[in-house]
């Protein structure tokens, strides 16, 4: 198996899991762990190359500093900002040296797929981050429907941003003031976009593979 195969498989299986887990076993340690374990498993999968390698380590650095200080120390509101925001960053950037390996493959092997799927699940995390941030900036930013109760991030945060990514669109969450409105137009402009290109990119690959 091709080394950066079997990285792009550990971060692959780390999002998965966060996604599923979470939402099981809520509680803020067990969601550090978690993310810490996809931070690990992302920065392993862009290491390849120095540049990559350094950028990864000054973003990811300072946010999982920022996560675990905010575990162990006294609620405040700057961390709560700071975190999510410093997370979207290292997590944006993973996703578009992913996103730039898939488009720049010359054909479709596992090795593209895993790191197609892994950029797409890592969007809905980014979105996820930024609607952390502004809930933090300005509580009460999301609602239920059905109870009319403010949301409580961070497994209903992550569960909205999928919904919106995917444009499912349930209803049961919704964005309440125009801030989160906007980043949850711009998630499902960019789900429908990074599902047409990758799809146009794959078809592509296999018509030029199967000709030669």
Known sequence: MPVFEARL???LVALVTLIVVYPLIQGMLVLNVLLTAVLLTAFYAVSRHRRQRVVALLLGVP???VLWVDQWGPDHVALAVVGP???ALFFGYVTQVLLRHVIRADRVDADMIYGAIAGYLLLGLVWAMLYAVV???YPGSFGRTAT???LRPWSDLLYYSYV???TLGYGDVLPLNTRVRSLAV???VAGVFYVAVLVARLVSLH????QT
Do not use: S, V
Not at 207 to 210: A, N
């Open 9 to 11: 498989q550990f971060l």
């Open 135 to 137: 809930e933090a900036l």
């Open 63 to 65: 946010w999982c500093i």
């Open 186 to 188: 711009l998630e499902a």
């Open 164 to 166: 919106t990514l995917t």
């Open 85 to 87: 925001a410093l997370g």
């Open 207 to 210: 018509i030029l593979h199967e």
């Open 148 to 150: 009319g109760d403010d």
